[in-house]
């Protein structure tokens, strides 16, 4: 059984900023893609960042990029998203994801499993 757990969500001024973890049990995470999505009120949810199973491979959303940073650290089990110069429009419920493959990706169909989601208000 794999379990993703976020945390580290909360409320913040734009322009300010916060680190999600994601904390992930069971082996699949030592080789796993794990990818960071988010559902904004009355949005359908989209892709913000995806690391690669050997963390040598990353990549984001253009609305986030220059701004987020996706990492692991394989000793925890855990994966975080470094967010920055956070904007109002960031404002969303943060899932993480895991996949069944090593190869990182951006197509939310590819990722099996799911965390239940941390959420993050960033205020003007």
């Known amino acids: 059984q794999v379990q993703l757990v976020e945390s580290g969500g909360g409320l913040v001024q734009a322009g300010g900023s916060l680190r999600l973890s994601c904390a992930a049990s069971?082996?699949?995470?030592?080789?796993?893609?794990m990818g960071w999505f988010r559902r904004a009120p009355g949005k359908e949810r989209e892709f913000v960042s995806t690391?690669?199973?050997?963390?040598?491979?990353?990549d984001y959303a253009d609305s986030v990029k220059g701004r987020f940073t996706i990492s692991r650290d394989i000793t925890k089990n855990t994966v975080y998203l470094q967010m920055n110069s956070l904007k109002p429009e960031d404002t969303a419920v943060y899932y993480c994801?895991?996949?069944?493959?090593?190869?990182?990706?951006?197509?939310?169909?590819?990722?099996?499993?799911w965390g239940q989601g941390t959420q993050v208000t960033v205020s003007s």
């Open positions: 994801a895991g996949r069944l493959a090593g190869a990182s990706s951006s197509d939310i169909k590819d990722y099996a499993y």
């Open positions: 069971g082996r699949i995470f030592s080789w796993s893609a």
């Open positions: 690391i690669s199973g050997s963390g040598r491979s990353t």
